[in-house]
């Protein structure tokens, strides 16, 4: 099941599809890219940013731009 | 050659599976306090222990090297010798380097500290005895939250509310710096992402963030209102920046920021950054102050300062409700905020008028230092803008805070 | 030698690396820790001083924000510079993507493996004599905060030399490398 990064639960664990091309080049020196499995470590409440954790790493995400990366969700 | 974005990854991909063996991760401590403290159930109530536990080691160092000890040194012995033994008391040259000479009389009762107002008394007392461990325990604190790796984390935390007003979590970090120092603060704000946010945060903190020398003198000569002060500032600094996210143009990018591990300071990095903030602070701050004690004794002398006090009393007494002495910290104020709040220490005044004209000092216009800087970093558009946001704030505070004090009875 | 630059992504141990370089002989500051902040110092190389310039950290050449920005321009203003580029072991995917980038540049790369120490708490074993072999430009395993590896990476500077990306794609062997170069990679 596909669905956006900023759908992601808390603790949830998915694989990263696609990531909009605007974006792409910006995240790519913090590691994050499609292939990679990304970790919801926290969410913001009122729209705030979101914590992502991929290759042990955290970065900190707007809620807009997580909106721009599709996450593979693992089935069950 | 240039490879793109896929085939520099694919190379990446090629390279480490060569070289690099990744074992088993296991959770740490370290990782379950990085959680804790950046999920907002939890995050939020430590942040607020962070700062309270912030502005208590800032008090209480900055109390105790001031109050209990450079006061009494300064206070008790330095000032009294100086103007014992500063040659031709009566002329112009005793007043600008030792001061007024009424201080000096055996029995004067005020508090001889702030009264005296020279350049040799009062423009060393403020620098050195309560300036200078303000900002040394200030400095201290920001390099240890800064290299254990906290400020990320309190920057994704506040980036909700930040965002509705155009700015990035990221933005406390040139605000926080701005309350030790406006300067770097406002060159700080080159990190953020466009000209928008740029711009928005020079304002902001050129108008409604006090800095570390002003806190410290709030600190000793109104300890019971600061939190009022920081109260009406805050607000200031929301109301104005969701008015200039609507009208002012251009964009404000999402966070985009790097979460790093917790990690233990080095002790040699903590004290070599202190260190060097407060040295470059030093060389911005103290010939500001002594000019400034300069002309506001030459002002006094030459009687420029009665007739200003007189020029702007309807504003100041009449707008503001504010006595005409004022006027001498507000000229002060241009060259330097602490400057200003310590030559209040030399006036008359009620409660409310205290608080009153602390706020105002501190909205009306950024310091000498930060004023220059600010110059620099903005086109001609732009600057006149902060100018009109500064004359607007000034008035709306004046007049509020007036009619505040009118509600309570106090003014 | 002109200059060298000290370049690395955030929180990477930059400024102790620049610490231990200089001997904390900082000779101009431009506010350390605002972020946009770069610092100048001179460090010995061969018995003669070298200026090393600690560029504000940066994630990769396509910056992100101002803080970045100042970084990419401080590299391409040094077309001569050599650069040391500063990797969190524990985190060497990512580093290895801008380590690649400069290299692509055409700059002469040293490359400091720093934190090896928490690497290997975290079970990150990484070979770095064959990734040396592979790069074709010095890779030295650090620990600033504690100073281990700084000598031997002061000692290996020299030995930096522009290398052809063409040739650090043969050297990783795979039989498939000239579909990498062909590749549009979108």
């Keep these: 099941m596909k669905k956006k990064l900023s759908e992601m639960k808390y603790e949830e664990t998915g694989v990263i599809k696609s990531i909009g091309s605007d974006l792409r080049a910006q995240v790519a020196g913090m590691g994050i890219r499609e292939g990679k499995e990304v970790k919801m470590m926290s969410k913001q409440p009122l729209k705030g940013p979101v914590v992502i954790m991929v290759d042990r790493s955290n970065a900190s995400i707007g809620r807009g731009l997580a909106n721009k990366i599709m996450v593979e969700m693992k089935d069950g | ?411 | 030698m002109d200059k060298i630059l000290l370049m690395g992504q955030a929180n990477v141990g930059k400024s102790a690396l620049f610490n231990r370089l200089t001997g904390a002989r900082v000779i101009e500051s431009n506010y350390p820790g605002t972020t946009v902040d770069y610092e100048k110092g001179r460090m010995l190389v061969d018995g003669e001083y070298v200026e090393l310039v600690d560029v504000p950290g940066t994630f990769s050449l396509e910056p992100k924000d101002g803080a970045e920005e100042v970084a990419v321009r401080m590299l391409e203003e040094e077309k001569r510079a050599t650069v040391i580029c500063v990797l969190d072991a524990s985190k060497i995917e990512r580093g290895l993507y801008l380590v690649l980038e400069i290299l692509e540049r055409g700059y002469p790369v040293v490359v400091a493996l720093n934190m090896w120490d928490v690497a290997r708490d975290s079970k990150v074993k990484i070979d770095a004599k064959r990734l040396e072999q592979i790069l074709g430009v010095p890779v030295v395993p650090t620990v600033a905060v504690q100073g281990e590896g700084i000598k031997q990476l002061v000692s290996r500077i020299s030995e930096a030399a522009p290398v052809k990306v063409a040739g650090v794609i043969k050297r990783t062997g795979g039989e498939k490398w000239n579909s990498l170069l062909t590749r549009d990679g979108t």
């Design chain 2, 1 to 411: 050659m240039e490879l793109t974005i896929d085939q520099r990854w694919d190379l990446v991909d090629r390279i480490t599976k060569e070289t690099v063996e990744v074992g088993a991760y296991k959770h740490t401590l370290k990782d379950a306090i990085a959680d804790i403290t950046v999920r907002p159930k939890t995050g939020i109530p430590f942040a607020i222990a962070v700062i309270y536990g912030f502005w208590m080691f800032f008090s209480t160092f900055a109390g105790f090297f001031t109050d209990g000890f450079l006061v009494k040194v300064f206070g008790d012995h330095y000032i009294p010798w100086l103007g014992s033994v500063f040659p031709g008391k009566g002329t112009w040259l005793f007043n600008i380097f030792a001061g007024n000479p009424a201080v000096f009389q055996p029995g004067y009762a005020g508090d001889i500290c702030f009264e005296a107002g020279g350049v040799l008394t009062t423009g060393l007392f403020m620098p050195i005895a309560v300036v200078l461990p303000a900002i040394i325990a200030f400095y201290l604190v920001m390099a240890f939250l800064e290299d254990i790796g906290y400020l990320p984390r309190l920057a994704v935390l506040i980036d909700t509310v930040l965002h509705k007003i155009g700015l990035h979590g990221y933005a406390i970090v040139p605000t926080i710096l701005s309350l030790g120092c406006n300067v770097p603060g406002v060159a700080a704000t080159r990190a953020l992402e466009t000209r928008k946010q740029r711009f928005m945060m020079m304002v902001l903190l050129g108008v409604f963030v006090p800095c570390g020398a002003q806190i410290g003198m709030m600190q000793e000569l109104i300890p019971e209102k600061i939190g009022f002060v920081f109260i009406a500032l805050i607000i200031g600094y929301f109301v104005v920046g969701y008015i200039l996210n609507k009208i002012w143009p251009g964009q404000s990018p999402e966070m985009l920021i790097d979460v790093p591990p917790y990690r233990m300071p080095t002790r040699g990095n903590v004290w070599r950054k202190t260190w060097m903030r407060t040295t470059s602070f030093l060389r911005v701050a103290v010939p500001f102050m002594l000019l400034g004690c300069v002309i506001v004794q030459l002002l006094y002398l030459t009687g420029g300062m009665a007739h200003l006090g007189h020029a702007l009393s309807p504003v100041i007494s009449g707008g503001f409700g504010l006595p005409q002495e004022t006027v001498a910290p507000l000229v002060a104020g241009f060259l330097r905020k602490d400057l200003a709040v310590g030559l209040l220490g030399g006036i008359q005044l009620t409660g409310w008028q205290m608080f009153s004209s602390v706020v105002l000092l501190s909205v009306y216009f950024p310091c000498l230092a930060t004023f220059v800087l600010m110059i620099k970093e903005q086109n001609a558009k732009e600057f006149g803008a902060t100018l009109g946001v500064l004359a607007v704030t000034v008035f709306a505070y004046g007049g509020i805070l007036r009619l505040i004090g009118m509600g309570l009875g106090v003014a």
